[in-house]
């Protein structure tokens, strides 16, 4: 058995020799390799061989190369799943890791389950709610739109919309579901009537 092993390293060897002094070579010549007492007759591979252009150059140099059908994890990176219940050998049999009899051996129980006491969520309070179809506005007072006209920055007399608002910097940029006008002490500074165009101003 030692002497078939030692012939068969011996001719894994020569092969590899025989690979790096053909990759160095040039004009390539073709390699020829004895299969030792395994065969009678030596085998005799060109550049253009399937053999030449993959296992034997594959190992150049003493260094395996890396080739894209050669990829693979690395050793210990996948780890295969344990199969539970499959025998006794297995350590994970009968019982499957569960141990013996009660709850937690057999179906399991609902999410959230604290053995019979008041689960955390009925303990803790509820405090008020989200309204889904809740809108928000921007808001401008009468004040401010006063301001803006009497700068000269709005005309009084052309229909204020939304753009025109945010053209001048009345409101911001992040409108979401419109703009709300408000009154106060600011409505008596406008002495004029005034156009506002409605949805858009609220």
């Known amino acids: 058995m030692m002497m078939i092993r030692r012939q068969f390293l011996k001719r894994i060897f020569n092969f590899a020799r025989a690979a790096a002094s053909h990759a160095f070579s040039y004009p390539p010549a073709p390699i020829r390799v004895y299969n030792g007492p395994f065969t009678s ?6 550049s253009g061989s399937s053999l030449c252009s993959g296992a034997a150059l594959n190992a150049v140099g003493g260094r395996r ?10 050793k210990g990176s996948r780890k295969k799943k344990t199969r539970k219940g499959r025998g006794i050998g297995s350590g994970k049999g009968k019982t499957a890791g569960r141990g013996h009899k009660g709850q937690k051996a057999r179906g399991g129980h609902k999410l959230g389950f604290e053995g019979g006491q008041t689960p955390l969520r009925r303990l803790l ?10 809108l928000s506005f921007q808001p401008i007072t009468l004040g401010k739109l006063a301001r803006y006209i009497n700068a000269g920055l709005i005309d009084s007399s052309e229909l204020i919309t939304m753009k025109t608002l945010k053209d001048v910097g009345a409101i911001g940029k992040q409108i979401e579901d419109g703009v709300k006008l408000l009154g106060g002490s600011g409505a008596k500074d406008i002495q004029w009537p005034i156009h506002v165009e409605y949805p858009s101003l609220i």
């Open 65 to 74: 190369l890396l080739l894209l059908n050669d990829l693979q994890d690395n």
């Open 125 to 134: 309070p509820r405090r008020g709610f989200k309204n889904p179809f809740s």
């Open 41 to 46: 007759k030596a085998a005799t591979f060109s």
